[in-house]
Nanobody
């Protein structure tokens, strides 16, 4: 069964940190580009960060540059999102996404809630 399972969300005060994890199963992980998206209430889902299949090349949306870091461990079929200096506007449901290199097949996780508030 093709599956992405996120974990690590929760509540944190502004300026705090969280680390999200996403573990894949049921497909060949190394053939997929991996990303984190987020969706805040009343807003469209937006791309947060992407990491290449191998080599570690990354891209970030401007609002998280310098604060978030995406990484992957191909041996563990897992990607991570280290989130530092969190702001209330980072509050959203965070989703893990996998896109196949050749077919474009897209797989989504169920999402994990991140809430940044006092």
């Amino acid at each position: 069964q093709v599956q992405l399972v996120e974990s690590g969300g929760g509540w944190v005060q502004p300026g705090g940190s969280l680390r999200l994890s996403c573990t894949a199963s049921g497909f060949t992980f190394v053939t997929y580009t991996m990303s984190w998206y987020r969706q805040a209430p009343g807003k469209e889902r937006e791309l947060v960060a992407t990491i290449a299949r191998v080599g570690g090349s990354t891209n970030y949306t401007d609002s998280v540059k310098g604060r978030f870091a995406i990484s992957r461990d191909n041996a563990r079929n897992t990607i991570y999102l280290q989130m530092n200096s969190l702001k209330p506007e980072d509050t959203a449901v965070y989703y893990c996404n996998a896109v196949h290199l050749f077919s474009g097949r897209s797989v989504w996780g169920q999402g994990t809630q991140v809430t940044v508030s006092l």
